[in-house]
């Protein structure tokens, strides 16, 4: 038996930085991947004249799979990551072998999300990132008692919002915009398949995490307690005991 390698991909509007406090306790059993997506982080973005679309950021997964010779991994995403995880299922199901779907939802955005989103976009175009969307952002990212209790990890967060391209962010929220709905995907899967959240998430509840477990066949749901939005920063030992203890040990093809 050969443990598929993790891909995991970030939420919005971070970097894989965010995965820091897993990366390591993961990677003494697995092999992980953390890769910025485009326009966010360390990641160009490419030059192009289509509509932002997160099927062209699934297109570059894959080409991430390829380049790493990776037939099949475990795909993994907190957030908008977890919406890429599922574009790619779309885009390229054999790539795919195991899902972890952390703080997401299979639901496309809501009319009042969508204008939210291109809210943000034009106002990134306008002012750039400045310091408005970290805070725009941080009360729904983390639970309050992250916020009372932990001002550093705020400070972390607010940090890695900041440093993040304008281009990118703009980019990023038009895509996620778009995005269809993902529940039946999901029921047509046969993929071994683990759902995450915090129970003090008010972007993705729990209420949206047991609706993606109950479309998947045999799927497991861990809620974490006294976390928000994003559980690997917020409760990494709880991320990384759910992930570790429900790993499908499977052949690579």
């Known amino acids: ?5 993790l891909v995991l991909l970030h939420a919005f509007p971070l970097d894989a930085r965010m995965w820091n406090a ?35 950021a699934a297109r570059d997964v894959v080409v991430l799979l390829d380049r790493l010779e990776l037939d099949r991994v475990v795909l993994g995403g907190c957030s908008m990551g977890g919406y890429l995880a599922m574009a790619v299922l779309r885009l390229a199901p054999e790539r795919v072998g195991g899902l972890v779907l952390v703080d997401t939802k299979a639901a496309p955005d809501t009319p009042e999300a969508a204008q939210s989103r291109l809210d943000v976009a034009e106002r990134v175009g306008r002012e750039g990132t400045g310091t408005w969307l970290a805070e725009a952002n941080l009360p729904n990212l983390l639970a309050e008692s992250t916020r009372t209790r932990r001002p550093e990890l705020v400070e972390t967060v607010r940090e890695i919002i900041e440093s993040q391209p304008p281009a990118g962010i703009s980019w990023t929220a038009l895509a996620l915009r778009t995005r269809p709905d993902s529940l039946a995907l999901l029921r047509e899967s046969r993929v071994p398949t683990l759902v995450i959240v915090g129970e003090e998430d008010p972007i993705t509840p729990v209420e949206a995490a047991s609706e993606m477990a109950e479309a998947v066949d045999g799927a497991t749901l861990v809620v974490l307690p006294e976390a928000g939005h994003l559980t690997p920063l917020e409760d990494p030992a709880g991320v990384v005991e759910a992930i570790l203890s429900w790993y499908p040990a499977t052949h690579e093809k």
């Open 1 to 5: 038996m050969t443990e598929l390698p």
């Open 22 to 56: 897993v990366r390591e306790p993961l990677a003494s059993h697995l092999r992980v991947i953390t890769p910025d997506q485009r326009g966010l982080g360390r990641s160009p973005l490419p030059e192009s004249d289509r509509e932002p679309s997160l099927e062209d």
